[in-house]
């Protein structure tokens, strides 16, 4: 399983999301640092749920964070827009 495909499961399960887009990155950040060489460090989620949509933002970041669990020493960079 890819890492963006690990991303999408993880966040379904755990939020059942109305709208999920997670995008691969990693490309634009070839030869940078952070970039590992497997063309999976760099990665953009947009999710809306409602579970997420009545927390604080501060809360909402930390939710994901938690879904992802290992992911998130796997990967350099998520950039996240959350509602």
């Not at 999920?20 to 063309?39: C, R």
């Not at 579970?51 to 909402?60: N, Q």
Request: glycine share 8%; hydrophobic share 40%; aromatic share 2%.
């Amino acid at each position: 399983m890819t890492m963006e495909q690990e991303l999408r499961t993880r966040l379904a399960a755990a939020f059942t999301p109305e709208r999920l887009e997670v995008i691969n990155d990693s490309h634009k950040h070839a030869g940078h640092s952070g970039d590992d060489g497997s063309g999976e460090s760099h990665f953009s989620v947009l999710i809306r749920a409602q579970s997420l949509a009545a927390m604080p933002r501060v809360a909402r970041h930390r939710a994901v964070h938690a879904a992802l669990g290992d992911l998130n020493t796997r990967i350099h960079a998520l950039a996240l827009d959350i509602g």
